[in-house]
């Protein structure tokens, strides 16, 4: 069972006590199929993600405080406080690569047949793949606080160095500001289509969002999310970075065959290059760019016209999300623009089909380690 609600527990930041009872009905989904003398040894885990972090600590805590009075009191299941927590964002990017190898029947195999996961969501993107032994050893140590570059995991009977960093502010909405703050000019942004006139709100954060008379212009709004992106700053101090001086896990055979997902996904269906009835599609980072090169030429009413599945609030930043997207596999994270990539929103497992998200890699690593 694969159940998505939305908004998400960051969306009631001024209530915690409703964030928390968002939850019974997915509790409630849990309970239809978990039979009633097995629930009391069910264990119900909650992870938070990018969008809880960036609330803040005091704000974040609240919400799970509640979350956690809601499951003592109401829930049929095995709960302990320290299983309702913020995942950190190399856990959500380890996790995603669990979920997508286990599904893929990797596994138990060696790190080279197994395949890469770039995971774009709103608040952070994560990038996770299996290094071999001796690069781990080579991997940078980080300052007190931060995550680190490795993660030691043992699946099925075989130990995996993965490689695994998240980015956060670098998830599609959370780039969006990022994009806007790098603007140029502060009443107008080339990435934004002509004929819109707006702000965008992120977290605490309020930008102006409007396009300018002469409409999105490709080029330009490229250049802003390289900028935004911070390509060449910091100095790379290792080997090799992607952007942002982040080292970049040194490459190899773990790496070769990438698994891209969420809202890389979603906006390839979106904008008409992928099949949105299709749980896997085969396609080359420049169809990105192909992709925002025709939908940056467009007002507003046309894209509306053009882009019939794309939500009313999303389409004014249409150019800008797959311009971004686009810019981040190819400057960020230096992937080739003519690579074969493969877009996943389920994979096939079986005779059904299993959304590629993180929750269930959650499941199968205590499932693992217990």
Same mark, same amino acid.
């Given at each position: 069972?694969?159940? %998505?609600?939305?908004? $998400?527990?960051? #969306? ?41 972090? *960036? ?31 913020? =995942?950190? &964002?190399?856990?959500? $990017? ?27 969501? &709103? !608040?952070?993107? +994560?990038?996770? /793949? ?10 940078? +140590?980080? @300052? ?10 043992? %699946?099925?009977?075989?130990?995996? /160095? =993965? ?13 969006? *500001? ?33 396009? #300018?008379? #002469? ?13 935004? =992106? ?14 942002? &001086?982040?080292?970049?896990?040194? !490459?190899?055979? &773990? +790496? ?5 997902? @969420? ?7 979106? *904008? !008409? ?48 999300? =797959?311009?971004? +997207? ?5 400057? !960020? ?34 499932? #693992?380690?217990?």
């Amino acid at each position: 069972l694969i159940t %998505l609600k939305k908004p $998400g527990l960051s #969306s009631y930041a001024k209530d915690p006590q409703e964030a928390a009872e968002s939850l019974v009905s997915l509790l409630e989904e849990a309970e239809k199929v978990v039979p009633v003398e097995l629930r009391e040894q069910t264990p119900v885990r909650v992870g938070a993600t990018a969008g809880l972090r *960036a609330l803040g600590a005091e704000r974040s805590e609240e919400i799970l405080q509640a979350v956690r009075d809601l499951l003592r009191d109401k829930s049929s299941f095995k709960s302990q406080p320290d299983w309702v927590s913020v =995942l950190d &964002g190399s856990q959500e $990017g380890a996790f995603a690569w669990v979920t997508i190898n286990y599904l893929l029947e990797k596994l138990g195999k060696p790190y080279s047949h197994t395949v890469g996961v770039v995971d774009l969501g &709103g !608040g952070s993107v +994560q990038m996770a /793949y299996a290094i071999s032994e001796k690069d781990a050893a080579k991997a940078p +140590q980080v @300052s007190d606080g931060e995550d680190s570059y490795v993660k030691k995991l043992v %699946l099925k009977g075989t130990t995996y /160095y =993965l490689y695994v960093h998240s980015y956060l502010h670098y998830g599609l909405l959370a780039a969006r *500001a990022e994009i806007l703050k790098a603007s140029e000019r502060s009443d107008y942004s080339n990435c934004m289509l002509d004929g819109y006139h707006g702000k965008y709100q992120y977290g605490d954060d309020t930008f102006e969002a409007s396009g #300018s008379s #002469s409409g999105a212009t490709y080029s330009k709004c490229r250049a802003v999310a390289v900028r935004a =992106l911070k390509v060449d700053e910091p100095a790379c101090t290792h080997m090799k970075c992607t952007f942002g &001086g982040v080292w970049n896990g040194g !490459g190899g055979d &773990g +790496q070769k065959n990438l698994f891209v997902a @969420s809202f890389f996904y979603d906006r390839a269906a979106e *904008a !008409g290059f992928v099949n949105p009835k299709a749980a896997v599609a085969k396609v080359k980072p420049s169809d990105f760019e192909e992709a925002a090169r025709r939908v940056c030429k467009l007002n507003v009413k046309e894209a509306h016209a053009t882009y019939p599945d794309v939500s009313e609030e999303d389409i004014p930043f249409l150019c800008m999300d =797959l311009v971004y +997207q686009h810019t981040l596999l190819v400057d !960020g994270f230096g992937v080739d623009p003519y690579q074969d990539i493969t877009l996943v929103k389920k994979v096939p497992y079986g005779n059904s089909f299993v959304e590629a998200a993180w929750p269930l890699g959650s499941a199968i690593e205590v499932a #693992s380690s217990s």
